[in-house]
């Protein structure tokens, strides 16, 4: 770091932001996107272990905006967001066949007390339940699992190598940018997928609805490639307008992650200051 920064009118600080402007005129959150603009700045890091991004597309005016914008186009395990996907395709393949589906628990005693019961679909968002999703991920198939990822355009699109946990510890990378967009495309009635089963999606992933808003989202928090993977992404709905976002954190693998709760506050904040949720 310069410990004698150039003034302003420099030619290395006019070259900086030349260079700036030309990769933010260039850059694009997807080529399906009609019109976009980004505006990229350093976000405040939850502690010196995370540093984190936050995307936020106003689907009326098609406007993006990205804090740390490096980190936006960092592609990383989807983790369990994907119960978002996972959920739409298992009711296009009838591996869930309503709102109602349910699976019995095995038995198995796993770390969140949560989890060790049994689940129907609501539940299973709810509380996460990985080995719910597994199941439905099994019963789905590799087959139709990897057609389906595929004709979502979503990340890079690979399943490999177990079909019941390539979201989490296998070869599938998603970026911020990219769950904006594979959610934009979702809400607006670009995927192949039935309008009532992204109406039952949207009902899993509700927050907080109110007369004055309405909150959605997703966490999912998995470790690869040596580091931490922290997730909140959805939507919110404010006086017939549309926001997606995407907020990740990345962070020491040793290190402890923000909370659901820490995540869904910070979101909350965040929609505040761009004035998609109303201030308190």
Not at 3 to 25: A, F
Not at 235 to 241: C, D, S, V
């Amino acid at each position: 770091m310069d410990r004698n920064p150039p003034p302003c009118d420099s030619p290395r600080h006019v070259r900086n932001w030349l260079r700036l402007l030309l990769c933010l005129l260039g850059c694009s959150l997807s080529p399906r996107l009609a019109r976009q603009t980004y505006a990229a700045a350093s976000v405040a890091a939850t502690s010196s272990a995370s540093t984190s991004t936050f995307v936020l597309l106003d689907v009326g005016s098609g406007v993006t905006s990205a804090t740390n914008a490096r980190l936006a186009d960092l592609a990383v395990p989807p983790c369990s967001t994907f119960k978002i996907p996972n959920t739409l395709i298992g009711l296009s393949t009838d591996v869930i066949p309503d709102e109602t589906f349910s699976l019995p628990w095995d038995g198995v005693v796993r770390g969140l007390p949560e989890w060790n019961q049994d689940h129907d679909l609501t539940s299973a968002m709810r509380y996460s339940v990985v080995w719910f999703y597994q199941e439905v991920a099994r019963r789905i198939g590799a087959e139709r699992m990897q057609s389906y990822v595929k004709r979502f355009a979503y990340g890079n699109e690979s399943t490999c190598c177990a079909v019941d946990n390539f979201w989490l510890s296998g070869k599938l990378r998603i970026t911020p940018r990219q769950q904006v967009d594979f959610l934009r495309r979702m809400v607006t009635g670009k995927l192949p997928v039935e309008r009532e089963h992204v109406q039952l999606v949207r009902r899993l992933i509700n927050i907080e609805s109110n007369p004055s808003y309405r909150l959605y989202g997703k966490t999912g928090t998995c470790s690869a490639d040596g580091r931490g993977v922290a997730w909140l992404v959805g939507l919110a709905e404010r006086g017939g307008r549309q926001w997606i976002y995407a907020l990740l954190h990345v962070y020491r693998e040793s290190a402890t992650p923000p909370t659901r709760e820490q995540r869904i506050a910070e979101v909350k904040q965040l929609l505040v200051n761009e004035r998609a949720l109303p201030g308190r």
